[in-house]
């Protein structure tokens, strides 16, 4: 199993959140086509950002801070969330090649 990502938004607190995987992936597709209620092509651009935001954190999450509920958090809470999250994975995408590159120097 790949370890959940940490990380912490100031003023709500410590998360951690499972990896993109492809199961994540077509939960995250399934979720979002859900949220959206209809076609995509027939939702506004402000519900498809809200959709996208929200089914990403739906799936990813796996633990927050005590009392935070994603159905019931302010809206810019879930963006500051959405931003950290991508940072932390950007972070360990930036560890795994720079990882990669010293096994593939050593060879």
Known sequence: MIAPLSFTVPSLG??????????????????????????EDEAPESLRLIAAVQSQLSVLLVQSPEGFVLDEAHINDCYNIYAALRAEEDR????????????????
């Open 14 to 39: 410590a998360f951690q959140a499972a990896q993109r995987t492809m199961g994540t992936q077509i939960r995250i597709e399934q979720a979002y086509r859900k949220a959206l209620g209809g076609s």
């Open 92 to 107: 360990f995408r930036e560890g795994v090649a720079e990882q990669r590159q010293k096994a593939g120097e050593g060879t």
